[in-house]
């Protein structure tokens, strides 16, 4: 058998540097206040926005689900692992993002790998936000495109990259709303350099879909552009508290990925029982704006909390609100000390966030009360001041 030292090496290396990661387990349902290790404890870094996970309509439609189909699919979409849970939720979400067409993948990151390792050829070029996923990244290096990167704060680079005559196709990559930083991208202005150098835009509302535009179709519904984005990929494990993405476009990217997209031929589909959460939960989402205007008035609220304090957010303005504290170790301390408080906000550390910015990422849920909102802002507001943060 061979040796593992070398890995153990490198795990004593994390260590060291406050930077080793492991997770801790839920052992209840998730929502604003659950159970670890027979303590609760209120959770403030859950992507659950709008509180569907244990929504007792989600629960009963997957239970009838399984109770009519069985819970596997049992083969990739291709064999015969396409059942007609598959079929009305890509209906339903062509309708919902208004395009023609909508295929659903297992998961965020195999839809991000599909699209950008099959459509983008070995002439383009995809143009991606510093700030994007790793899954976006990591799938832009697998394709057989070139790529280059551009500061969202500052489109001067990615119009320079958009006007070189080097390449037959340009696609632009961004996510809608940026998981560590909270902010929004300027789809406003993506959209008008993606028309004036004939770019195709592609946008990943992961944090946004369900949670901003009148039915909750994203930020490119808020802003009024959904008509502009040439590909919507919509991660549903968020605010719609499903499993698997969703992408949205014109039939002929659905129809080229389906024969192209190896994460969609080559794989096992997902489960009637997951389409069956995720109808549900779009009819949800669709129907009950006031869970939206919840979310609003949280994070407001707490956003309102923290300007008091004058804890650095960078320019989040929406639900996702990072705290900087520069420091590994101080960050998972601080992180420790909320925890010993019935407080869940986990440190955020390299390298997922540049060296010297790590942060607690405080995620707000629509049915956190304002006495939890206070007790978090109460706390951390004692606890920086005794780091000197």
């Not at 929004?184 to 944090?207: G, P, Q, S, T």
């Not at 939960?281 to 939206?292: G, H, K």
């Amino acid at each position: 058998m061979g040796s593992f030292e070398f890995l153990e090496n490198q795990l004593k290396e994390l260590i060291n540097a406050d930077l080793l990661r492991q997770p801790i387990t839920i052992d209840s349902p998730q929502r604003p206040v659950v159970t670890v290790d027979g303590v609760e404890k209120v959770l403030f870094c859950s992507n659950n926005y709008l509180n569907l996970a244990s929504d007792r309509r989600i629960v009963d439609s997957v239970k009838a689900t399984v109770e009519k189909y069985g819970f596997g699919s049992a083969a990739s979409r291709l064999i015969t692992g396409t059942m007609t849970h598959h079929k009305q939720l890509e209906e339903q979400f062509a309708s919902f993002f208004k395009k023609q067409s909508a295929l659903f993948f297992p998961s965020g990151w195999t839809a991000n790998e599909a699209v950008l390792t099959a459509i983008p050829q070995s002439n383009d070029i995809i143009l991606l936000d510093k700030l994007d996923h790793a899954s976006i990244i990591d799938a832009a290096k697998a394709s057989k495109a070139a790529f280059r990167t551009f500061r969202g704060d500052d489109l001067s680079k990615l119009e320079r990259l958009l006007a070189l005559p080097d390449h037959d196709r340009k696609f632009i990559v961004t996510e809608s709303v940026f998981s560590m930083d909270g902010n929004c991208a300027d789809l406003k202005r993506l959209v008008e350099l993606k028309n004036k150098y004939d770019a195709i835009l592609i946008v990943d509302e992961a944090h946004a879909v369900g949670c901003m535009g009148d039915t909750g179709a994203g930020l490119a519904q808020a802003l009024g552009l959904t008509d502009q984005i040439d590909i919507i990929i919509a991660p549903l494990g968020k605010a719609f508290a499903a499993n698997g993405a969703v992408v949205a476009s014109e039939k002929t990217v659905t129809d080229y990925l389906i024969n192209k997209a190896r994460p969609f031929i080559y794989t096992t589909s997902p489960s009637p029982a997951t389409c069956s959460a995720a109808l549900t939960a779009l009819d949800i989402v669709r129907t009950e704006p006031a869970r939206r205007q919840k979310l609003q008035e949280n994070t407001n609220y707490l956003h309102d909390k923290f300007n008091k304090i004058g804890l650095n957010t960078l320019n989040s303005t929406t639900h996702i609100i990072p705290v900087v504290i520069g420091d590994a170790k101080t960050a998972v301390d601080i992180s420790k000390q909320l925890f010993d408080k019935d407080l869940i906000v986990l440190a955020i550390r390299p390298p997922t966030v540049a060296r010297g910015t790590s942060r607690l990422r405080i995620s707000v849920q629509s049915d956190h009360t304002m006495a939890q909102l206070d007790a978090l802002a109460n706390t951390l507001e004692d606890i920086c001041k005794t780091a000197m943060v």
